[in-house]
């Protein structure tokens, strides 16, 4: 079956603007997460979705940051009035279900922003 | 709060030698560990994970990971590296955050040179 897909692959933005990142997890994983990788360097959590709800937004690291999860399946993160900083890949991921978290995670391609 | 450490930034292992990735983790209760792979230009992978049982985990790609209570350990290892074993490669540990959620917190990760 189809593994996890995020859109746009690349996006270069002007500074200021708001941008929005999908991500499409696999069939049936009612988990997903969002997560940001600089340029060789580790994950950074951002948030993850148990259904459409969200129990842990702890990891944006400002309130530009936004995210939504609708009908248990698609999610957008927003980022707005973006600022160079935001520059980085950012990965969406999918599990079986958050709380049984020995459940292993499936990464997107991610989505590079570059923000100008 | 739940952690994980890779202490090496780097490893450099020549063709057809083991190799060996640390990392150490400190969790409260009991640790969920996982290690992920990263490939030039794609996307994460899971190798492998521990949740109960026996303490030696058999993974992906000859990998394996050997969980140990007592040094709060879960070294990766590979009896023979290949030159396509080259990747960044993260520890991770399940983490229960403030609202009683799940999440997965990463290692910084490991870059691992295998030469010919």
């Known amino acids: 079956g189809a593994g996890v897909s995020q859109s746009p692959s690349n996006k270069v933005t002007e500074k200021g603007k708001d941008v929005e990142l999908r991500c499409d997890p696999i069939s049936g994983h009612t988990a997903l997460y969002w997560y940001r990788q600089s340029l060789g360097q580790g994950l950074e959590f951002l948030i993850y979705f148990q259904g459409n709800s969200a129990p842990d937004k702890s990891g944006l690291p400002s309130d530009r940051f936004s995210a939504e999860r609708t009908g248990g399946s698609v999610s957008t993160l927003t980022i707005q009035r973006t600022q160079q900083e935001d520059s980085a890949v950012y990965l969406c991921?999918?599990?079986?279900?958050?709380?049984?978290?020995?459940?292993?995670?499936?990464f997107g391609p991610g989505t590079r922003l570059t923000v100008l | 709060a739940q952690s994980v450490a890779q202490p090496e930034d780097q490893v450099n292992v020549a063709e057809g030698n083991p190799l060996t990735v640390k990392c150490t983790y400190s969790?409260?209760?009991?640790?969920?560990l996982f290690w992920y792979v990263q490939y030039p230009n794609r996307g994460l992978q899971f190798l492998l994970k521990y949740i109960t049982g026996d303490n030696l985990v058999k993974g992906s790609y000859g990998f394996e990971a050997e969980f140990n209570k007592s040094q709060t350990s879960f070294h990766l290892k590979k009896p023979s590296a290949l030159v396509s074993d080259s990747a960044l490669y993260f520890c991770?540990?399940?983490?229960?955050?403030?609202?009683?959620?799940?999440?997965?917190?990463f290692g910084a990760g490991t870059r691992l040179f295998v030469k010919a």
């Open positions: 991770a540990v399940r983490d229960i955050g403030n609202t009683g959620g799940f999440k997965t917190i």
């Open positions: 969790v409260s209760g009991n640790p969920y």
């Open positions: 991921a999918s599990s079986l279900r958050a709380s049984g978290s020995y459940n292993e995670q499936f």
